[in-house]
């Protein structure tokens, strides 16, 4: 029932009922914002996200000493050096990926959905391993090799 009041809201086909996802008396939408935090920091390579920050926090801890922490499948690859040689790693997801609109604007957000539903708005993919040599560890990206 929520995700059909949303459709039809997005859809402008119904007015916002209490309780939904709707719009803001300064302008812009709830969606829209709650859009645009969750994804504004999604492809920066150094941001850690409060789960990012947790996992650090519980198994590489300060004083630590040198050490490599790598993780995966929370879709945001991620590369964070820590003082005392320490290094956070998470390797992403192997799936499509797609960025939603930078603005938290309404219209912004029907203009997306609409290119999305013609099938026009661009994949990404992000093919990323972790690599660990004595050296030290790197977010890596693989390309697979044209097929000949």
Not at 79 to 84: I, R
Not at 129 to 134: G, I, L, R, S
Request: glycine share 8%; proline share 8%.
């Amino acid at each position: 029932m929520t995700l059909r009041s949303l459709e039809n809201w997005l859809e402008e086909r119904a007015m916002p009922q209490p309780g939904m996802l709707s719009a803001a008396p300064a302008g812009g939408s709830y969606l829209g914002r709650l859009i645009h935090k969750l994804t504004h920091h999604f492809f920066d390579l150094q941001h850690l996200s409060d789960a990012d920050r947790q996992v650090v926090q519980a198994h590489l801890p300060e004083g630590a000493g040198p050490r490599i922490l790598i993780c995966g499948h929370t879709h945001a690859a991620r590369q964070h050096a820590l003082p005392e040689e320490r290094l956070y790693l998470n390797t992403g997801t192997w799936t499509d990926l797609m960025r939603f609109p930078t603005s938290p604007e309404d219209r912004g957000l029907m203009d997306w959905r609409e290119r999305l539903l013609r099938n026009e708005v661009p994949r990404l993919q992000r093919l990323t391993y972790a690599e660990v040599t004595p050296e030290g560890g790197a977010l890596r990206w693989w390309r697979p090799d044209p097929v000949a």
